[in-house]
């Protein structure tokens, strides 16, 4: 990826240091506002809707990142500690510009999607953070359910699958909302997928085509 590391260079200054820490403290501050006062319904004036903001809410542009990804007290603390441990080891493998760039051009996919569905929310986008922790530490374990040690890679292959058969079996909306939130995920893991692809499929042909001459 020559061209980021050029990008970087000329626009390096221009990351946010701990992202991550910054939304997760927003989403915690969103969570907490909507436990003591669910009657506000302020969760109502942050997702993108792209027909309130021709309206004039343009703050939905932006404030549907803060959007809590849960109302379970006991989840919403493990997930948003889960987002900075991510985002944290990403932005310390990647460094601050980097990081802050993958996450915005997921949020722009996101925006870029929601012209075609119509509104979203932070949840692929969210996801897209994932996918790129399981390609970047494949092994690093978790607890699933607390109980449980597992592999980012496998949880990452399970959400693969899951997208796969959506995209399949899906609306065209939300086939189209998937695409564009992981457009971050694309650009910086599609090309070594594809380069992995193509050479598992030259392999596979080199064997059939040796096996054919060897057993004639």
């Not at 020559?2 to 969103?30: D, F, H, Q, T």
């Not at 690093?140 to 359910?145: A, D, I, R, Y």
């Not at 899906?170 to 694309?186: A, D, E, H, K, Y």
Request: net charge positive; glycine share 6%; aromatic share 18%.
């Amino acid at each position: 990826m020559n061209w980021l590391n050029k990008l970087e260079r000329k626009c390096g200054r221009i990351g946010i240091p701990y992202l991550m820490y910054i939304l997760s403290a927003l989403m915690l501050a969103v969570f907490l506002v909507e436990f003591v006062r669910p009657d506000l319904g302020i969760s109502s004036y942050l997702y993108l809707n792209m027909d309130l903001v021709a309206q004039g809410q343009v703050w939905r542009l932006l404030s549907f990142l803060i959007l809590p990804p849960n109302s379970s007290p006991v989840w919403i603390l493990f997930s948003l500690y889960f987002y900075c441990l991510i985002g944290n080891l990403l932005e310390r493998e990647w460094g601050t510009f980097k990081f802050t760039f993958f996450y915005l051009v997921g949020v722009l996919g996101t925006i870029l999607g929601a012209l075609f569905t119509g509104s979203a929310t932070n949840s692929f986008l969210n996801l897209s953070l994932f996918l790129a922790f399981a390609a970047v530490y494949p092994d690093f374990q978790v607890m699933l359910f607390f109980l449980i040690p597992i592999k980012v890679k496998y949880l990452a292959i399970l959400d693969a699958v899951y997208f796969v058969v959506v995209l399949i079996l899906g609306t065209w909306p939300l086939r189209v909302s998937i695409l564009m939130s992981l457009l971050n995920v694309l650009l910086f893991f599609g090309g070594d997928f594809f380069r992995t692809v193509r050479q598992q499929i030259k392999y596979s042909k080199t064997r059939r085509q040796f096996r054919k001459n060897n057993f004639r």
